[in-house]
Nanobody, 131 residues
Framework: QVHLVESGGGLVQAGGSLRLTCTLSGGAISSHPMVWIRQSPGKEREFLGHARSIGINTYYAEYAGSVKGRFTISGDNAENAVHLTINSLKPEDTAIYYC?????????????????????WGQGTQVTVSS
């Protein structure tokens, strides 16, 4: 059974950077497309980006337009984890950040942004950005 654990959240000052980690057990990240989302109180879940293996130790990532350029998703086979690095943090980045894994690859790219496609979810990690 696939199990995900997020870590790396905390309280940071605006303008700083943070790296979140999503560690997968019960499988290999190379076999599971992964997604990062966040949710703030009173708001809907926001898709941030996804990453999937496209070769040996090679991951391809796509991002939501709202975070492109500030957020980076990377895969780490050695840790069996996916990282989300956030630069130039803003107070509006305050949220609980979740990762999720899909069982297998999609037949079309649009599928990766559909959160219903992801069966396995972590418990989330809180990120709070102070101004």
């Amino acid at each position: 059974q696939v199990h995900l654990v997020e870590s790396g959240g905390g309280l940071v000052q605006a303008g700083g950077s943070l790296r979140l980690t999503c560690t997968l057990s019960g499988g290999a990240i190379s076999s599971h497309p992964m997604v990062w989302i966040r949710q703030s109180p009173g708001k809907e879940r926001e898709f941030l980006g996804h990453a999937r293996s496209i070769g040996i130790n090679t991951y391809y990532a796509e991002y939501a337009g709202s975070v492109k350029g500030r957020f980076t998703i990377s895969g780490d086979n050695a840790e069996n984890a996916v990282h989300l690095t956030i630069n130039s943090l803003k107070p509006e980045d305050t949220a609980i950040y979740y990762c999720a894994a899909r069982q297998g690859f999609c037949s079309d790219n649009g599928c990766y942004q559909d959160l219903q496609q992801y069966a396995y979810w972590g418990q989330g990690t809180q990120v709070t950005v102070s101004s």
